[in-house]
C-alpha cells in the first residue's frame, strides 16, 4: 500500500507542474493581444477520414465546412462524431503555415 500511496503523490506532483506551468496565453489576461483586422478563412472541402484501428468505420466520408472571417461556428455531435478531429485539422494545418 505504501508503494502506491508513493505513486500517488508522484502523479499529484506532475498534475500541479502541468497547472503551474507558463503559458503563452492566459484565459484570465485582460490586457492581452488583440488583433486589428483578421483576414482569411477556413475551407475543408470533401474531407474523409477514419480512425486507424477502426478503418471500416468512417468518420468523415463527404465532410466540407467553409467559415468566414469573423464568423463564429458551432459543432454538435455524438462522442465520436470527429469533432476534435475537425479543431486538430485546423491546428495542424495554421501551424504547417507558420513552417
Given at each position: 500500500m505504501i508503494n502506491d500511496l508513493a505513486k500517488g503523490f508522484?502523479?499529484?506532483?506532475?498534475v500541479f507542474a502541468i497547472l503551474?506551468?507558463?503559458k503563452k496565453?492566459?484565459?484570465?489576461?485582460?490586457e492581452g493581444f488583440i488583433v486589428?483586422?483578421?483576414?482569411?478563412?477556413?475551407?475543408f472541402y470533401d474531407v474523409r477520414f477514419a480512425y486507424p484501428a477502426r478503418l471500416s468505420a468512417?468518420?468523415?466520408?463527404?465532410f466540407s465546412?467553409?467559415?468566414d472571417?469573423?464568423?463564429?461556428?458551432?459543432?454538435?455531435?455524438e462522442s465520436g462524431s470527429g469533432k476534435l478531429k475537425i479543431i486538430?485539422?485546423?491546428?495542424?494545418?495554421?501551424?504547417?503555415l507558420k513552417g
Open positions: 508522484d502523479v499529484v506532483g506532475l503551474d506551468r507558463y496565453i492566459e484565459s484570465d489576461d485582460l486589428e483586422k483578421l483576414i482569411g478563412k477556413i475551407e468512417m468518420v468523415f466520408e463527404v465546412i467553409k467559415v472571417v469573423e464568423k463564429s461556428i458551432a459543432l454538435i455531435g486538430g485539422l485546423i491546428e495542424r494545418f495554421y501551424y504547417q
